[in-house]
């Protein structure tokens, strides 16, 4: 960080090379992403037993299979033999096992090696002691969290820690029954910047004004500056001539139905590190999980979940789904207009942040305690 004497109004950003060093990224990789919970799956894409994803969880590929039991579980996509990935493919289904493309090696979907040539002149190997790594899984708000930490940290206290502190109570998401919805629409970003400039731009409205036009419509606070979880609990309210979280304003679905007076007409945002954000609007989700690949390349899958009412109803959700589609590929351009600069001598001591930016100094922060500093 820059050790400039900065005026009260000014904290220091995070110095350019934290977003372009290899060295960096693999301190992420190692020490965040592998170490926390991680967003990896929504569980209702794997329906069936049999169906997978392959997930990039820091620097290891991740397995999330339903098994025959209907229970998910996940394991590190590698084979136990002589070490090939297991799962090239990064979505499909088999029929009962995974089978190792290699030399044929066979999985159960619960990991366990059931087949092997030659397993049988070789009695003296314990299948389950070479079935596949195992890692933790945890189901909420209908996506499944995993974790390749052999002991990971409280679920309770990172991500619902983090819903909590925003909402100021779990209760508040609760009633929005995120796990009940359905996938009205997925988008795909592959972004070409580092990851924490797209959480560090999440946090901040302070951009709002000059890159959202249609946001600060529906939601005229945002032209303030000063973003939804800015405030504990606070919710953006919309404006008084807009009938629902659309483009242009316009009608969106019914409220859901569990969700309270109070937050009826109103947008929040929640940042889940490291690499979940969540907004609630009355009558949607839209859903962000982060894939950092690259110190300067992130895939950002974003899910607009509806009820099923909506959406096996077939109505169109384009309108809805149009208003933050923009908001991403506006947030997005941002980022990578950042990007290429923090590697110029102009970044090289950091940047700057107003006093409505000011709480990204704790995410600062928090990634210089969690990768020790340089
Ligand atoms: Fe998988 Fe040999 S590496 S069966
Ligand atoms: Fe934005």
Redesign the pocket.
Known sequence: MTAVNLPASLIPTLAGEYYTDPGVFRREQSHIFENMWFCAVRASDLATPGSFRSVQVGRESVLVARGRDGRLRAFLNI?R????KLCTDEAGEVKRAFQ?P????TYGLDGKLIA?PNLTSMPDIDRTEYGLVAVHLHEWLGYAWVCLADEPPSFAEQVQGAVTERLGSLEAIDAYEIEDLQVGRRITYDVKANWKLIVENFMECYHCATIHPELTEVLPEFADGYAAQFFVGHGAEFGEEIKGFTVDGSEGFDKLPGVHDEQDRRYYAITVKPTVFINLVPDHIIFHRMFPVAQDRTIVECDWLYSKAVVSSGRDVSSSVELFHRVNRQDFDACERCQPAMDSRAYARGGVLVPSEHHIGAFHDWVVSSIGSQ
């Open positions: 084979c033999h002589r070490g090939a190792c290699y030399h044929a090696w092997a």
